[in-house]
Each structure stands twice: as C-alpha cells, then as structure tokens.
Nanobody, 123 residues
Framework: QVQLVESGGGLVQAGGSLRLSCAAS????????LGWFRQAPGKEREFVAV????????YYTESVKGRFTISRDNAKNTVYLQMNSLKPEDTAVYYC????????????????WGQGTQVTVSS
C-alpha cells in the first residue's frame, strides 16, 4: 500500500522553474515504479515522466525532454520533478503515481495516485 501527496505547485512566468515533490508512505516504497502525469482543463491526462525503482532508468514525453528532470530519494520516500524553462502549455494539474508493475507510460498501469498540484505558467 502506498499513499502519495504532491506539493510545490504554483504560479510562475514563462521561462521560470518549479520543483514538485511527492511524499510517499507505505512499505516497500523502493520497489515501486514512480511517474508524473498532468491534466490541463478540457484535456485528457498526459504522461510526463517515469523513473524505475532502482532510479537507473528514466523516460520523458517528447515535449518536456531536456527541460524536466525526474528523480527519487528512496531514503526519504520522495520523488521529484524539476521543471525548468517552463512554457504556458505546461499549465496543468500535476499528479504523481506509483506502480508495483513494470515501468509504463500508460496511466492504467499505475495503482496509486496523489491528489494533484496546480502548476500555472503565465506568458
């Protein structure tokens, strides 16, 4: 069982940076694949980034590659999303998610979800 709580969202100007955090609780946290997804108003939930349980593999959607970095600290039971060079199209509610299965970009492969944190990027 895993519980997830996101934080770090807010309002920034285009070109700025934000660091999202997701605090997790539950046994065997280090064995879960962790991902970040986002959902803009009127749009479907979109994959953003994923990191394996060992932190040896990361994968990003093309639109954020080179700007966003996913990382995890298993000792602190926390996953992060560092977002640089933010664009207005990055505006969305960002969710972290955990999966006990193999790494995936598909939302239906994830078993646990946080409540979401709002990120707004002004032009």
């Amino acid at each position: 069982q895993v519980q997830l709580v996101e934080s770090g969202g807010g309002l920034v100007q285009a070109g700025g940076s934000l660091r999202l955090s997701c605090a997790a609780s539950g046994r065997t946290f280090s064995m879960y694949t962790l991902g970040w997804f986002r959902q803009a108003p009127g749009k479907e939930r979109e994959f953003v980034a994923v990191i394996s349980w060992s932190a040896g593999m990361t994968y990003y959607t093309e639109s954020v590659k080179g700007r966003f970095t996913i990382s995890r600290d298993n000792a602190k039971n926390t996953v992060y999303l560092q977002m640089n060079s933010l664009k207005p199209e990055d505006t969305a509610v960002y969710y972290c998610a955990a999966s006990a299965r193999v790494a995936s970009i598909a939302s239906y492969e994830y078993d646990y979800w946080g409540q979401g944190t709002q990120v707004t990027v002004s032009s």
